[in-house]
């Protein structure tokens, strides 16, 4: 069974920091380009920062400069350092899994995210 497991969220202050993890199970992570996305309350998905499963990154204009995406394939974990945060930033942060191949998905279920003093 694939799961996609999301943590590290919670409520910070503006300027604060967080980083989330997505554990994954069941797939050869090394396999899979790896994306995180956030969905503000009452706003569409929006791609945030993606790494390719050969390493190669990409951000939203939104968050370069302040978002660090990485991946430790051996232990199965993709991470989102999140520096400089802003109210803003407050989303449900979901990460995703893309097949190099076969271009199959899997969704994790989301880490809230709440940037307020």
């Known amino acids: 069974q694939v799961q996609l497991v999301e943590s590290g969220g919670g409520l910070v202050q503006p300027g604060g920091s967080l980083r989330l993890s997505c554990a994954a199970s069941?797939?050869?992570?090394?396999?899979?380009?790896m994306q995180w996305y956030r969905q503000p309350p009452g706003k569409q998905r929006e791609l945030v920062a993606q790494?390719?499963?050969?390493?190669?990154?990409n951000y939203a204009d939104s968050v370069k400069g302040r978002f660090t995406i990485s991946r430790d394939n051996a232990k199965m974990t993709v991470y989102l350092q999140m520096n400089s945060l802003k109210p803003e930033d407050t989303a449900a942060y979901l990460c995703?899994?893309?097949?190099?191949?076969?271009?199959?998905?899997?969704w994790g279920q989301g880490t809230q995210v709440t940037v307020s003093s």
């Open positions: 069941g797939i050869i992570l090394s396999n899979y380009h």
């Open positions: 995703k899994g893309i097949h190099y191949r076969t271009a199959y998905t899997y």
């Open positions: 790494i390719s499963n050969g390493g190669n990154t």
